[in-house]
T-cell receptor, first 111, second 114 residues
Framework: QKEVEQNSGPLSVPEGAIASLNCTYS??????FFWYRQYSGKSPELIMS????GDKEDGRFTAQLNKASQYVSLLIRDSQPSDSATYLC???????????FGGGTRVLVKP | GAVVSQHPSRVICKSGTSVKIECRSL??????MFWYRQFPKQSLMLMATSNEGSKATYEQGVEKDKFLINHASLTLSTLTVTSAHPEDSSFYIC??????????FGDGTRLSIL
């Protein structure tokens, strides 16, 4: 079992729709959870961070965390073609500040 | 916000060459920096943790004698790929850690070994 798992996609959504991305992790001691967006050939950029159970909203993005289920998700509302990218879920290991990344979900927003 | 600069952005060189990549935190001091490698269509894989003033900590399977890391100051870490071969061709990305914040990533270095 991979430490952080994501559906590789591609997830195809029409412009204006909601994109829903999921991520599961295996380390129950994980404390911090992050969503990064990565455009092709570029380095990751932070979209959201979440540390406690529940929802966290920032603009068109909402992150949801359920530690009991070891599950974190990202919703992108009113999807735009510029949201087309690979979204990486990253988890901070219980010990230290190392990040473990999932394989990423490729999102395609079609006009 | 916190800015991390990585240089060079692109390197193309012959097999057997050693290549040095720099990672600088521009507006903050980073006692810890991380080096990642990303192969095409794969996710980021942590190679090593660079600690200012001490030896780097390498992840399992990463050769410390091949990937030399020096964290000589609170704003600079370098990764040297020694005697690089085509299989070392990859996208190398550094990040810097500011206490209490998520990691800040550099723009990455695309290394191509001919």
């Amino acid at each position: 079992q991979k430490e952080v798992e994501q559906n590789s996609g591609p997830l195809s959504v029409p412009e204006g729709a909601i994109a829903s991305l999921n991520c599961t992790y295996s380390d129950r001691g994980s404390q911090s959870f992050f969503w990064y967006r990565q455009y092709s050939g570029k380095s990751p950029e932070l979209i959201m961070s979440i540390y406690s159970n529940g929802d966290k909203e920032d603009g068109r993005f909402t992150a949801q965390l359920n530690k009991a289920s070891q599950y974190v998700s990202l919703l992108i509302r009113d999807s735009q073609p510029s949201d087309s990218a690979t979204y990486l879920c990253a988890v901070n290991r219980a010990a230290g500040n190392k990040l473990t990344f999932g394989g990423g979900t490729r999102v395609l927003v079609k006009p | 916000g916190a800015v991390v600069s990585q240089h060079p952005s692109r390197v193309i060189c012959k097999s057997g060459t050693s290549v040095k990549i720099e990672c600088r935190s521009l507006d903050f001091q980073a006692t810890t920096m991380f080096w990642y490698r990303q192969f095409p269509k794969q996710s980021l894989m942590l190679m090593a943790t660079s600690n200012e003033g001490s030896k780097a900590t390498y992840e399992q399977g990463v050769e410390k004698d091949k990937f030399l890391i020096n964290h000589a100051s609170l704003t600079l870490s370098t990764l040297t790929v020694t005697s690089a071969h085509p299989e070392d061709s990859s996208f190398y990305i550094c990040s810097a850690l500011l206490t209490g914040q998520p990691q800040h990533f550099g723009d990455g270095t695309r290394l191509s070994i001919l």
